[in-house]
């Protein structure tokens, strides 16, 4: 099945694994963890997981025809390391929890970098494990989150190391859930080592804010 499903465009490797088996129907619970090509995050971008999911599916179904079990879908930004048994057993983990310990940061999609500045796009990962506990019901990325996220891709991208020292006029405006694109524009001001950030998705503002580093 991972040869099926990594001879798509959208794919650049997977691990896939049987969650569990429905004793009432003989059906296997098949967990499917993606890493996608560039040509799959750039579809990302314009669609939502449930399409893209379905693409793969009708992969599947080519070979398979009646697929005799069902499959959950993880897109992950990193591939989890470890031995091909270490590695089954983490992604048999990942979808046996709600959220997932190694999945900390949003997936990029897309960046465009030009001296001091730079503009990523993202997608918020389901099983975001800083949603655990925030909250319950409807899971929201934490404003604390976002800044660390940005600051995160100002060090690797920017080169930005210096330390944090404090906010300035940082304003959270909408919030983030579960599979919501997002775009994220750095600028870095060296002179007054001032970190300008602004996350957005089309109309809509997300956050925005002045970070001072020294």
């Known amino acids: 099945m991972e040869l099926q499903l990594t001879s798509h465009s959208y794919v650049e490797k997977c691990s896939v694994v049987v969650i569990d088996v429905e004793s009432t129907k003989n059906n296997q619970n098949i967990g499917a963890l993606i890493i996608l090509s560039e040509h799959g995050k750039e579809q990302l971008t314009y669609k939502n997981c449930h399409v893209i999911s379905q693409e793969l599916e009708r992969q599947l179904i080519r070979q398979f025809q009646d697929l005799p079990f069902s499959i959950k879908w993880h897109y992950a930004s990193t591939f ?38 730079i503009m990523l796009t993202f997608m918020v990962p389901e099983k975001l494990i800083y949603f655990s506990g925030h909250f319950p ?4 990325v934490p404003g604390v989150t976002q800044i660390y996220w940005v600051m995160h891709y100002a060090n690797k991208y920017l080169n930005v190391s210096s330390s944090f020292s404090r906010m300035e006029v940082v304003k959270f405006h909408n919030v983030l859930v579960p599979e919501d ?13 001032t970190l300008v950030y602004r996350l957005w998705w089309k109309d809509k503002s997300i956050s925005s804010g002045r970070l001072v580093l020294h």
């Open 80 to 117: 989890p390391e470890g031995s091909q048994e270490v590695l089954g057993e983490k992604v048999k983990h990942c979808f046996l929890n709600k959220y997932d310990p190694e999945t900390k940061h949003p997936l990029l999609l897309k960046k465009h970098i030009v001296s001091d500045e």
């Open 137 to 140: 019901s409807i899971p929201i």
């Open 181 to 193: 694109h997002f775009n994220m524009k750095l600028n870095w001001q060296s002179a007054d080592h």
